[in-house]
């Protein structure tokens, strides 16, 4: 699954990316940009490369990647290594022992070839986007419902369960655009992935519900406490409108959430986390990321910070404290560091209560 973590990342750089169509550089930048990534390419002996800005190190980029593919020269190679943070892709049977020593614990992803691994982890990402699209189906015949209901954020996994809803139901599937004091950039995003998909959505305004009620209670915000009133009072407003559209027209309400939500807890009770259905919590956040290029998802959704929409600024991985990636790390059985572990161990261990329905008393022996 290590491919799956290199492809769900978003920038990439690839350090010797030719104009050459006969060079592996060339072959690999062509596949990275073709795929839906933003790809810089790196090589001091051009100006540019298919028509992109060629620059001359990694220093020189105009932003921070997430990932850096390097096909050349394993001395050459070991000089971006030491210089550079970040995950490498070298070319295959060029890297020696010296090389793999600079590169780190948790560091270096390898395979016989690139694309070979890219072409493998593409046909896995399809079909789990058929099982799913099925089992969908199932449930919902099983409940004996005509469709399905969701909330879109404007993010990827909403985008990922919306494009899978309009696969699996391409006449009786729903996306609710549900704003609560939230960016307009959020709504505009879902409306663009509706369109893109041609998902069937409506968009309603929950602030004034919200503030109503806030105001009612009079909140202050001795100890903090307003913060977590205040933001999963909008999760579990949009999941209640959610649910009022769901039970008039018959459908079944599906959840967001990922692998490494649903291990951390990283949802609100009786909010997001109170669906029906949970499409997406086996894939990790990486998968999420490939799944939604293959489906169709527009770069904007895909590229910008995850966020609940909770507050203003508000990101998932700020408020968790990690990153998906280590969280997607751990889960598959890699290296993470010692805090990232601890910050994972010590959210699902206090998060238990939210994977179970509410605890009663045994009172009574049948």
């Known amino acids: 699954m290590r491919t799956e973590l290199a492809f769900g990342q978003k920038k990439w750089a690839v350090v010797g990316a030719t104009p050459d169509e006969e060079k592996f550089g060339n072959k690999i930048y062509k596949m990275l940009r073709e795929a839906g990534f933003v790809v810089y390419p790196v090589n001091g002996r051009y100006d540019e490369i298919l028509g992109d800005k060629c620059y001359g190190s990694l220093h020189e980029l105009p932003e921070k990647v997430d990932m850096v593919s390097i096909v050349v020269r394993p001395d050459i190679a070991e000089n971006f290594v030491s210089d550079y943070d970040a995950v490498f892709w070298f070319q295959p049977n060029t890297y020696t022992d010296a090389t793999l020593a600079k590169v780190g614990s948790g560091k270096y992803i390898a395979g016989p070839c690139v694309l070979v691994e890219h072409r493998k982890a593409q046909a ?8 799913i699209t099925e089992w969908l189906r199932e449930k919902v015949a099983e409940a004996r419902c005509k469709g399905v209901v969701l909330g879109i954020s404007g993010g990827v996994d909403s985008a990922v369960v919306g494009a899978l809803a309009k696969r699996a139901f391409p006449e009786s599937s729903k996306g609710l655009l549900l704003p609560c004091h939230s960016s307009s950039k959020d709504v505009e995003h879902g409306l663009e992935l509706a369109g893109r998909i041609g998902l069937s959505s409506d968009v309603v305004d929950l602030s004034e519900p919200h503030r109503t009620i806030m105001t009612a209670f009079g909140f202050d915000n001795a100890g903090g406490a307003l913060r977590a009133s205040d933001s999963n009072l909008r ?17 079944l309400v599906l959840g967001t959430d990922n692998a490494a939500e649903v291990h951390i807890g990283y949802f609100t009770k009786y909010g997001d986390g109170g669906v029906d259905l949970l499409p997406i919590a086996e894939l990790h956040k990486c998968e999420v ?3 939604a290029r293959f489906l169709g998802v527009p770069k904007e959704i895909i590229y910008k910070a995850p966020s609940a929409g909770l507050w203003e600024g508000q990101t998932d991985e700020g408020e968790i404290g990690i990153t998906y990636d280590a969280i997607d790390a751990y889960l598959l059985g ?7 572990r601890a910050i994972i161990e010590r959210m699902h261990r206090q998060s238990e209560h939210k994977r179970h329905i509410p605890p009663h ?6």
Do not use: C, T, W
Request: hydrophobic letters at 40%.
């Open 124 to 131: 896995r990402i399809e079909n789990y986007v058929e099982k």
């Open 235 to 251: 999760a579990r407003l949009r999941m209640s409108a959610i649910y009022a559209y769901a039970n008039y027209r018959g459908y």
């Open 289 to 291: 990321y490939h799944m």
């Open 334 to 340: 890699e290296s993470v560091a010692d805090a990232d």
């Open 361 to 366: 008393p045994v009172i009574k022996q049948f």
